[in-house]
């Protein structure tokens, strides 16, 4: 089969294609024969050589596909040979063929292309589990998802629009902010020309909002927190803008403030199980009846991967990257 693998790490240049075997499944597992994958930021970081896949993990990149099942140990699942899945990968997306847990592979939304179902996977699962899981986001609730524009945001908006909480987000462009209003956000910050936290304080008269979605971490988890309301929740998924925050830990404590956050790649096949269920309850009909779709900047052949990731780091991209096999 043909592979995408980095060369060394360095620009988008050193992806490659080259021959390899096909992975053989384990227990558990299930061979997908690949139509499309999904671009990630972790893909980029990967390529960089600042992102290692976990112990065991494929080399190769690529943490979502849409493909179809073509063997493997599909004993005690509910998937059989010739369907179309999509899938969470630790690693092996970028390639014709790969292995995913049976557990992690979830049946395509009735009505979605393999495109958009390659766009599923990681953005659905890191925005479950961090909005609604460890920000137990409600309905009525206000969240604030910072990058409202990109793959992870566009998700987040349209999710908690959907399920009935209040949304605002922050984008880099005013044609962003713009995106950001269309998928159900009600207010939208450009933050390059705007300060979130004066922008949140004045909208919300003060209050601050329930929830924040924060990939940048750094100086802004002061700001953020500044901008909580009592019994807020910030949830931190990225560290874009540095690793190392300083807070005011006596604001933490008076407004009973709440700091987290998770990454998803390392996490075991039984917990990504079980997220794929809760998505399978509560998102999948979601999809079905299209109140929610997954927002695509481009469909680019499995050929362009270099193209694409320089698309990725140009940050002029409104949603998902996607590249498919002809």
């Known amino acids: ?6 060369s060394q790490p360095g620009p988008p240049g050193v992806l490659r294609w080259v021959s390899r075997a096909r992975p053989e499944p384990g227990p558990g597992e299930v061979l997908l024969r690949v139509r499309a994958f999904g671009i990630n930021r972790p893909d980029i970081l990967q390529r960089k050589g600042l992102y290692p896949p976990p112990p065991g993990a494929s080399d190769i990149p690529g943490l979502e596909v849409c493909a179809d099942v073509v063997g493997g140990d599909l004993a005690g699942s509910a998937l059989r040979s010739g369907q179309r899945v999509c899938a969470l990968l630790t690693g092996g997306g970028y390639a014709e063929y790969c292995v995913a ?6 049946p395509v939304p009735e009505g979605l292309s393999d495109a958009e179902a390659a766009a599923l996977p990681e953005t659905f699962f890191t925005v479950w589990h961090n909005a609604f899981e460890r920000g137990a986001l409600k309905p009525g609730e206000l969240i604030l998802v910072q990058g409202g ?4 945001g566009t998700v987040a908006i349209q999710l908690a629009h959907a399920l009935g909480s209040r949304v605002w987000a922050t984008a880099g462009s005013e044609a962003k902010c713009q995106a950001c209003l269309a998928l159900g956000a009600e207010g939208a910050i450009n933050y390059r020309t705007q300060d979130f ?20 971490a750094g100086d802004y988890v002061a700001r953020e927190m500044a901008c909580l309301a009592e019994d807020g929740r910030l949830v931190v998924i990225a560290v874009q803008g540095g690793t190392a925050a300083a807070f ?15 990454t998803l ?3 075991s096949v039984e917990f990504k199980s079980r997220l794929a269920e809760a998505l399978r309850k509560n998102v999948w009909p979601l999809l079905e009846s299209g109140r929610v779709r997954p927002q695509i900047h481009a469909v680019l052949p499995a050929e362009q991967i270099a193209q694409a990731h320089a698309m990725m780091e140009g940050g002029q991209h409104i949603g998902k990257i996607v590249l498919t096999w002809s």
């Open 197 to 216: 936290v004066e922008q949140v304080r004045e909208h919300t008269s003060g209050r601050g909002v329930d929830v924040i979605l924060d990939m940048v």
């Open 101 to 106: 847990p049976a557990g992690q592979c979830l």
């Open 1 to 6: 089969m043909l592979v995408a693998e980095i």
């Open 149 to 152: 524009s990109s793959g992870i």
């Open 265 to 267: 790649r390392a996490r």
């Open 248 to 262: 005011d830990a006596a604001l933490l404590m008076r407004r009973r403030l709440s700091i987290t956050g998770s």
